[in-house]
């Protein structure tokens, strides 16, 4: 069976290079008995893969039971696994069979594992090694024939660095390790699953059919896509079902989508929205510059150490800096910038041009004074025309007025 084969029979859309490689080597790994651990975020189609992988191997008239770890309390999930006598424990009022003996001969689909208890994973690790186990409450040893895919959506590695998952059963699980990639790495693929997702649930509902317009489809294709193939599913869903007009603008998309435009990132970036900027935008941006300074400042005096005082070459070849440098000090002292310094042609002597004698200036390290200068910068700039001087800023108008009432620069 190709790949093409195993994506219509369950039912994947897509064509991405990566997508591809996953079925490939779950394609490969299904007839072995090997472990298998897959790793994606959540929404991703993890649990597809363990069926893709248990149909095609040679379990696949055994049982699968998909078993979610993170959503079994920690007291019973020893029972629930392993299964328990009768009397072991409050409210084990007859023995009951664990998955491990409800599957024997089939496949067992272990999904977050990384959230399986200490204790719990020290018996897995033995049904790996042996087969064997214990039900609770139990001293006869069972036996079991079952193949174990686990899944998670967190780095499984780190969680052992930190003591909270058996490095010995991580390596015994991870015998074949199978990456399913995210939506956002996939592209390609998004409105390829939105079209489908929206054609079955206007069969389901009974409705006319979702058109995107090309507006609409980058949006679609540009979002990030946290919650993965789940989310542009539970999308599709709402937007068949509640959207009136069927022809979908990238203005009604935004109804649906989350907004973006709120970033963790301490940096401004091209896709806010200038209303969503706030002070600490702006201070981070002033950070931001300080630090790159420094480092031109730090390269400077490197420089000059390296010559033996010679700063006349220095000088030369970093005229931008040193003019940018020195409009910036008077600048903060209420002077006009009268210091020109031009990169000389070869073997030509260095011009300076100074109409007064250049005081050392200690630069103020105070956000507020940073943040104050900006904005000077950014009127003169524009000739006191402050909707330009907003957007120079990356800050809305309304922004700006505030701002120039607070610091006083009226």
């Not at 020109?340 to 956000?367: F, R």
């Amino acid at each position: 069976m190709d790949i093409q084969d195993i994506k219509n029979r369950f039912g994947i859309i897509g064509g991405s290079p990566l997508l591809n490689r996953a079925i490939d080597i779950a394609r490969q790994v299904a007839p072995t008995d090997m472990s298998v651990l897959i790793t994606g975020e959540s929404g991703s189609g993890k649990e597809v893969f363990s069926h893709i992988i248990h149909q095609l191997s040679a379990r696949k008239h055994g049982a699968f039971i998909a078993v979610n770890c993170g959503a079994i309390p920690e007291g019973t999930i020893d029972s629930e696994l392993f299964g328990h006598e009768k009397g072991s424990f409050t409210g084990a009022h007859e023995a009951r069979k664990g998955y491990f003996e409800v599957a024997n001969g089939g496949t067992i689909f272990l999904d977050e594992v990384a959230e399986l208890p200490l204790g719990t994973q020290a018996r897995l690790l033995r049904i790996l090694e042996s087969g064997e186990y214990l039900r609770v409450g139990s001293s006869k040893v069972q036996k079991t024939d079952v193949r174990i895919i686990a899944a998670t959506n967190v780095d499984v590695y780190n969680r052992v660095k930190s003591g909270k998952f058996r490095e010995d059963l991580y390596y015994r699980l991870n015998t074949v390790p199978l990456r399913i990639p995210a939506l956002h790495e996939r592209k390609e693929d998004i409105y390829l699953l939105f079209r489908k997702f929206s054609a079955d649930f206007s069969d389901k509902y009974r409705s006319p059919g979702i058109q995107l317009d090309p507006s609409a489809i980058q949006m679609l294709s540009n979002y990030s896509w946290p919650g993965n193939v789940r989310q542009l599913k539970n999308i599709a869903e709402q937007i068949c079902v509640l959207e009136k007009e069927r022809n979908v603008t990238a203005q009604a998309l935004l109804n649906y989508i989350p907004n973006e435009s709120a970033t963790n990132l301490p940096a401004l970036t091209g896709q806010q929205s200038k209303e969503d900027f706030t002070e600490r935008d702006i201070l981070y941006k002033v950070l931001f510059d300080m630090k790159k300074d420094m480092m031109e400042l730090k390269k400077l005096v490197a420089e000059i150490i390296q010559s033996g005082g010679n700063t006349s070459h220095i000088v030369a070849d970093n005229p931008h800096f040193i003019n940018q440098l020195y409009q910036e000090a008077e600048l903060s002292s209420g002077m006009e910038p009268t210091l020109t310094i031009k990169k000389p042609i070869p073997n030509a002597p260095v011009e300076y041009n100074y109409a007064h004698d250049a005081e050392e200036i200690e630069e103020s390290l105070s956000l507020i004074d940073k943040e104050s200068d900006l904005i000077k910068k950014a009127l003169k700039k524009h000739k006191g025309k402050r909707k330009f001087a907003a957007q120079e800023l990356g800050i809305s108008e309304r922004t700006l007025y505030r701002k120039i009432k607070e610091l006083n620069l009226n």
